[in-house]
């Protein structure tokens, strides 16, 4: 199987998160990923950009070298940023991840690699990705307004309204003495718990869930959580007016901790808990090229 410019069903696709990436091919028609195509590498991302690439490019050449007998028509990646994801520029800076790629050309970059046009390489900020495959094919399908947010070592946004899927970076809002991101996400449960108890959590949330089966320290911690998510999410949610509240991210996998406490205060949005796991932001980055093709263009595409 190879790349190439002729339209067809197949994309190759990607989603690059702190210390891997996973790629796989999505059919175009039903938003589906394919199981057999699914593959994780392990990226160190505070290494050189070679390094980066390199494992990048290992993931790519695993997906086209497995037994797929349709050929792919494109590459879509689901990216964090800062990133100018037409041009395919990263600014990622003072992050503690992908530092080396910054002012980088990825877009030609790959190109070159892959041996493809640049036209057929599209980005997309990893956030909206993940919610806008939830949209087409997981707890947000059949939903005109969702805004959905992503849980995990980052605190990620975005909303949907008519199908089309915009970032809110809702984590860059003042929140308290800092911004939302300090307060919902990975980072926000190891200090808390460090701060009541002198004890760091090796495990992350996924330790802290299953200290909370016999722990009252963890079950407040979760319990605090709730009260942060519903007071910061009270206003977006008053702006937007979202038929429903979707969750995604590892921190959600925890969410019999802080489900029933978060429903209980925005009572007024149904909360459904996200269904594609990895394979959203794969899906939702692949369905630029369904947009682009009806568009005729390039334009279609969503930006940051």
């Given amino acids: 199987m190879q790349i190439n410019s002729l339209s067809t069903s197949f994309v190759l696709t990607a989603d690059i998160g702190g210390s891997h990436i996973t790629a796989g091919i999505c059919h175009l028609e039903s ?37 797929i007998t349709a050929s792919v028509s494109g590459l879509s990646i689901a990216m ?28 030609q970059h790959l190109a070159d690699l892959l041996n493809i046009d640049p036209g057929v390489i599209l980005f997309k900020n ?36 008519n199908a089309v899927t915009k970032d809110l970076n809702l984590g860059s809002d003042p ?17 808390r718990h460090l701060e009541l108890t002198g004890v760091p959590l090796i495990g992350g949330v996924k330790e802290l869930a299953a ?11 979760f319990s605090e959580f709730a009260n942060n998510m519903s007071e910061f999410l009270s206003g977006p949610i008053a702006r937007y007016h979202p038929e429903v509240l979707v969750i995604c991210g590892n921190i959600a996998k925890a969410a019999e901790f802080f489900l029933p406490q978060l429903t209980k205060k925005l009572n007024a949005t149904p909360i459904k808990l996200a269904q594609l796991g990895e394979n959203a932001p794969l899906i939702g980055a692949a369905a630029m090229f369904n947009s682009r093709n009806t568009a005729g263009s390039s334009d279609s595409v969503t930006k940051l």
């Fill in 126 to 161: 990893d956030a909206e990705s993940t919610i806008a495959g939830e949209v087409l094919n997981g707890a947000g399908r059949n939903h005109g307004r969702v805004m959905g947010i992503t849980l995990g070592t980052g605190f990620g946004s975005a909303f949907t309204k």
């Fill in 211 to 221: 200290l909370a089966r016999g722990s009252e320290i963890a079950r407040g911690i």
């Fill in 80 to 107: 964090p940023g800062p990133f100018d994801y037409e041009k395919g520029i990263s600014y990622i800076k003072r992050l503690d991840k992908y530092e080396a790629l910054f002012g980088m050309d990825i877009k």
């Fill in 31 to 67: 938003y589906s990923i394919l199981s057999q195509s699914i593959t994780r590498v392990e990226v160190n991302s505070k290494g050189p950009a070679e390094s980066i690439l390199a494992r990048w490019e290992s993931a790519f050449e695993q997906v086209l070298q497995k037994n």
């Fill in 175 to 191: 929140y308290r003495d800092t911004i939302a991101d300090d307060y919902l996400s990975t980072r926000w449960f190891l200090k």
